[in-house]
């Protein structure tokens, strides 16, 4: 298993298993390395770092044999209600079909709303094509289904639900600002490269000090 921090007003947290710290001083933003545990029932919980206050208390989680986790801690810590919560993602690690490789998106901010997210070779023109969006509709602290699509160079764009007013002016010299994430090689952003047989996961989440501008952590590799 890991962890990714994803609430942007959180302090350092700690991830105890059956009352051991195994991820100590998490950071917002910053993936955990894999860890490995037990296949049996374990106590959870998720602590501000080296104090006893308890945000998440999951008794019995179980573990399967042979199974990758990535944790998500979500939501604002100083939320009056809901505050930090954690979702169990199971990572993919079944090969896709030749010549294909696989990607899951998790919209992490937890303030953005639905967004459409569109993964399409580069060099999509949008003024002369009607794209639909490869994920429609993800709602905040939620992951994607994996997406199996051939190998190869890929832009990927984030737009608010619905709206296709950025994709429609991509003519422009640099991203519109209607784009809350733009990986198509403007403005110093790559455009990522996937190879056959990789299985990645791409994480939105807020920017640092800015709760309403968005960013994505590099890609997770979940396999190959």
């Given amino acids: 298993m890991r962890v990714v921090p994803l609430s942007p007003d959180s302090p ?11 991820f100590g001083g998490m950071t917002y933003g910053v993936p955990t ?38 944790y998500l801690v979500t939501g604002f810590f100083s939320a ?8 169990r993602l199971i990572d993919d690690h079944t090969v ?22 569109y993964i399409v070779p580069t060099n999509t023109d949008f003024t002369k ?14 992951p994607s289904a994996y997406q199996s699509l051939a ?7 984030v737009t608010r639900g619905g709206d296709y007013s950025c994709l429609a002016a991509q003519q422009l010299p640099s991203p519109p600002t209607a784009c809350l994430i733009n990986l198509n090689g403007l403005d110093g952003t790559a455009v990522p490269s996937f190879q056959a047989g990789q299985n990645r996961t791409l994480i939105m989440l807020n920017q640092v000090g800015g709760l309403g501008s968005y960013t994505t952590l590099p890609m997770l590799a979940d396999l190959n």
Wanted: net charge negative.
């Fill in 12 to 22: 350092t947290l700690d991830l105890v298993i059956d009352n051991k710290v195994v």
């Fill in 33 to 70: 390395a894999f860890a490995s545990v037990t296949a049996i029932n374990h106590d959870l919980k998720l602590n501000v770092t080296s104090t006893s206050q308890n945000l998440i208390d999951h008794t019995a989680e179980t573990f399967a044999a042979g199974t990758s986790y990535t």
């Fill in 80 to 87: 009056s209600t809901g505050g930090v919560q954690t979702s």
């Fill in 96 to 117: 896709a079909d030749k010549g294909n490789f696989k990607l899951r998106v998790v919209n992490g901010s937890p303030n953005s709303g639905q967004v459409d997210v």
């Fill in 129 to 142: 094509t009607i794209v639909a969006p490869t994920i429609g509709g993800l709602a905040s602290n939620t």
């Fill in 151 to 157: 190998s190869g160079g890929y832009e990927i764009f």
